[in-house]
């Protein structure tokens, strides 16, 4: 499994005095781009192929509180990814310096064309990359249908 270590700074409080929502994301969002850079998919090869990612969804569950002072461990898993790598999902958990698991992170993306401005399909070299990285022993292949299970959709006004 993938982890990062991090310091729980003062500006990752909140006015409770435990990491902010925001704190999470960050951390979570971090660790994703330093996983994706370690399997050589970071910046330089999304922008060789106009690729960015898009995040759907985050879900964030906490357990015990996250205090300054001593630090965290974040992991990375990849959960799921559509046949032609177009979906994806990650799980993030928190430990704290005992390690235990004190909150969980899940999200969902897609890959978009930067210059088209749409879901595609991975570049077929980044798509080799993409299923050689280490899966979750959970891992599932996605459906369109999976970005959605939450049951949101968008509602207009007139």
């Not at 050689?132 to 369109?144: E, L, Q, R, T, V």
């Amino acid at each position: 499994m993938y982890t990062k270590e991090f310091d729980v700074r003062w500006s990752d409080l909140d006015a409770n005095r435990h990491m902010a929502n925001s704190a999470y994301q960050n951390f979570m969002s971090h660790t994703r781009m330093a996983f994706l850079i370690d399997n050589d998919f970071g910046q330089r090869e999304m922008a060789q192929y106009e690729t960015g990612p898009v995040i759907f969804n985050e879900n964030i569950y906490y357990f015990k509180e996250i205090h300054q002072g001593k630090p965290i461990t974040v992991s990375c898993e990849v959960t799921g990814m559509s046949e032609d790598g177009s979906l994806f999902s990650f799980r993030h958990n928190f430990y704290d310096y005992k390690g235990r698991n004190v909150a969980r992170g899940l999200m969902t993306g897609a890959w978009m064309n930067l210059r088209e401005r749409k879901i595609t399909a991975l570049h077929h070299d980044l798509h080799v990359k993409i299923k050689n990285f280490p899966m979750a022993g959970d891992f599932k292949i996605m459906s369109k249908e999976d970005t959605r299970s939450h049951g949101e959709i968008p509602v207009d006004i007139k």
